[in-house]
């Protein structure tokens, strides 16, 4: 959660019914992303009446990854589910989600869109564009229209936990693990309250940390683009020569500027690709955790009556 004090009541009124209705002990881990409005002091005041909330207080805006790290990493049900608190995900598929893992013995059950109907042109255009360049890097293990909302077996989740990534992006690290897996199909609906967390811009640096954090295959182009990049020149070479040669060598500038221009553009986006590797492994070489728990209600001694044995069904909340 981050700034969703406005969302937060019609969560709660749709969220407790559906896992009430599960027959199993569960808990809900809130992780409250360093949030600036009072989604907090909500969290905690509804804390008092629902005895199976559990707020954890990240100590500042760690991003939605990390929040959502954070939630696996403090989870300790036999299935753990993950879901945004705007309600773009309908939380009453959680138990269709649990029913399919445990009769199907699935590790992982993604909530995949059944249509993108409440997006505009240019993010379903974008999105179709990042799913497709997800599936050549990691195989068809990733599902197309899959985001955060997914269920997880205890299993999943400690393989996900021993992995040393610095910055996680689940939507690949998920099905990369090979799991067993299933699917549930829903409509995405509008947020329910609140403005979106996702502009553009973050849009982006998702697609960057994907590809980059995941393959190096943006190394190989760039080392693509220097060979074409060379071919290309020996062949102006060629022609300059032989222009040369027959006499018909004019003075100007335009084809050298041009070709200068050129190899810069070549050469600016081989060092900006290489930048972003190198800034990656210096963040892992200082391994600075992603982000700080402040508070956590569980461990205030206020604990929930069931037992971590006891617990079924873990709901890792997110922003």
């Known amino acids: 959660m981050y700034n969703e004090e406005e969302a937060l009541p019609a969560l709660v009124a749709r969220l407790r019914p559906s896992l009430d209705g599960i027959g199993a002990p569960y808990e809900v881990v809130a992780v409250n992303d360093g949030s600036a409005d009072g989604t907090s002091a909500l969290l905690h005041q509804l804390r008092s009446e629902w005895r199976e909330l559990r707020v954890v207080e990240l100590r500042r805006n760690s991003g939605h990854q990390a929040a959502l790290t954070a939630g696996l990493h403090s989870s300790v049900g036999r299935y753990v589910a993950s879901i945004d608190a705007d309600l773009q995900d309908p939380p009453e598929k959680i138990a ?147 222009i040369y040669v027959a006499g018909h060598t004019v003075p100007g500038w335009a084809s050298l500027f041009v070709a200068m221009l050129f190899l810069g553009g070549i050469q600016l986006i081989c060092i900006g690709l290489l930048g972003e590797y190198i800034g990656r492994i210096y963040t892992a070489v200082q391994r600075r955790p992603t982000f700080f728990i402040g508070h956590d209600s569980a461990k205030s001694g206020q604990v929930p009556a069931e037992t971590a044995e006891q617990r079924e069904l873990q709901l890792s909340g997110t922003r």
């Open 96 to 242: 269709e989600m649990l029913e399919l893992a445990k009769r199907d013995k699935l590790d992982i059950v993604y909530g995949v869109r059944s249509d993108r109907s409440t997006d505009t042109g240019f993010k379903r255009r974008t999105a179709g564009l990042y799913y497709w360049l997800m599936r050549r890097m990691v195989g068809k293990r990733v599902p197309s229209q899959a985001g955060d909302f997914r269920l997880l077996s205890r299993e999943a989740v400690d393989a996900l936990k021993a992995l040393p990534d610095q910055q996680q992006v689940y939507r690949l690290l998920v099905p990369w693990l090979g799991f067993p897996s299933g699917q549930v199909t829903y409509h995405r609906d509008e947020r329910v309250a609140g403005e979106t967390k996702y502009p553009l811009s973050k849009m982006i640096r998702l697609a960057v940390d994907s590809i980059t954090n995941f393959s190096a295959a943006p190394l190989r182009i760039a080392t693509w683009l220097g060979v074409a990049s060379f071919f290309g020149c020996f062949g102006m070479l060629v022609a300059t020569l032989g």
